[in-house]
């Protein structure tokens, strides 16, 4: 425990060096005791240490109070108090995160602004990650990865797992959209859309989307193909909405964007999505495959803007900048 104290006073010392040359900077240099430092260079000393020795400042309060009460151990006891509370301030927290994302593999965006995240809300996003992805001391076992098992209330016929883990999006098999929030101490499934006519009720052949990274709340947009089991696949019903979560966190709302009607030659058994453009990939017989690429934001049942290409193997579709697949 006292490790974490030992190298607080380090990383004093290391900041203190950069003071500037004024009768501030002096009297900075003359007071040793860590309490009598102002309290946003103290902050700034929190910042600087790892999570694992933020979590021993927090624990090593309740364990100078089970030694004997000697002015010694009332001191540090004083000291670690005080440390406890400057690391529960939301400086700190913002901190934590910025090293969450520094180690996250996957580059995990936030789900929203940081400022609309409570202080409770930032050290959690941001451990989740640093137990999975930071290196842990020789000593310690490595916390196991988070697994979650729930069973949907509503048949769910295909999901997306958005970045981050947290909200799954499923479209069901009588036509409409839920977001399940995984965090939640019992799934809960909140309905984004509701079919409005029979065709909206076919079977989905495929569900995609694409995050919009520039949005200051997690915002996607998702595309979804239905066929009339009816028809031998010849009619095709491709709809876009624009899926944005509300400041605080809570609820998604969905616009639709988009709808309109396609030949369904071959089942579609592959799709994308990027900000302009809709790519699928149809199978058809003797392994030759159609993918077809729209512009799904001016094409119409109409009207369509859309390019096509035959060929022989089973490729998976992926759209550059330039529109070329």
């Not at 380090?10 to 900077?25: D, K, M």
């Not at 902050?43 to 100078?64: F, G, H, Q, S, T």
């Amino acid at each position: 425990m006292s490790n974490a104290l030992f190298r607080i006073s380090s990383v004093a010392c290391a900041l203190l060096r950069y003071a500037p040359q004024s009768l501030y900077g002096r009297i900075l240099r003359k007071r040793t005791h860590l309490l009598s430092l102002p309290l946003e260079l103290l902050e700034e000393v929190v910042k600087n240490l790892d999570w694992l020795e933020l979590l021993r400042i927090r624990m090593v309060r309740d364990a100078y109070l089970l030694n004997t009460t000697t002015s010694f151990t009332l001191a540090r006891t004083k000291t670690c108090k005080a440390l406890q509370h400057i690391s529960k301030s939301r400086g700190v927290r913002v901190q934590l995160v910025k090293r969450a994302q520094a180690y996250d593999p996957y580059h995990t965006p936030l789900d929203r602004a940081i400022e609309h995240y409570t202080v409770d809300e930032l050290e959690d996003w941001a451990m989740r990650r640093l137990t999975q992805f930071d290196k842990w001391p020789p000593n310690c076992s490595q916390m196991p990865s988070r697994q979650r098992s729930f069973y949907p209330n509503r048949r769910a016929q295909h999901s997306i797992l958005l970045p981050g883990g947290r909200w799954l999006v499923s479209t069901l098999s009588f036509g409409g959209l839920v977001v399940t929030d995984l965090d939640a101490p019992e799934a809960s499934h909140q309905s984004i859309w509701e079919p409005q006519e029979d065709d909206d009720k076919w079977p989905a052949m495929s569900l995609v989307y694409h995050i919009d990274e520039e949005a200051p709340e997690l915002t996607f947009d998702l595309a979804l193909d239905r066929c009339d089991p009816a028809s031998d696949l010849n009619d095709v019903k491709v709809y876009f909405w624009r899926v944005s979560l509300s400041e605080d966190g809570t609820k998604f709302t969905a616009r639709m964007v988009n709808s309109f009607w396609t030949n369904g030659e071959y089942l579609t058994v592959d799709a994308s999505l990027t900000k302009k453009y809709f790519a699928r990939i149809n199978g058809g017989s003797r392994g030759h495959h159609c993918v077809e690429l729209f512009h799904w934001r001016e094409t119409t049942s109409d009207m369509y803007y859309k390019s096509s290409l035959h060929v022989k193997s089973t490729p998976t579709p992926i759209i550059y900048s330039n529109g070329l697949v």
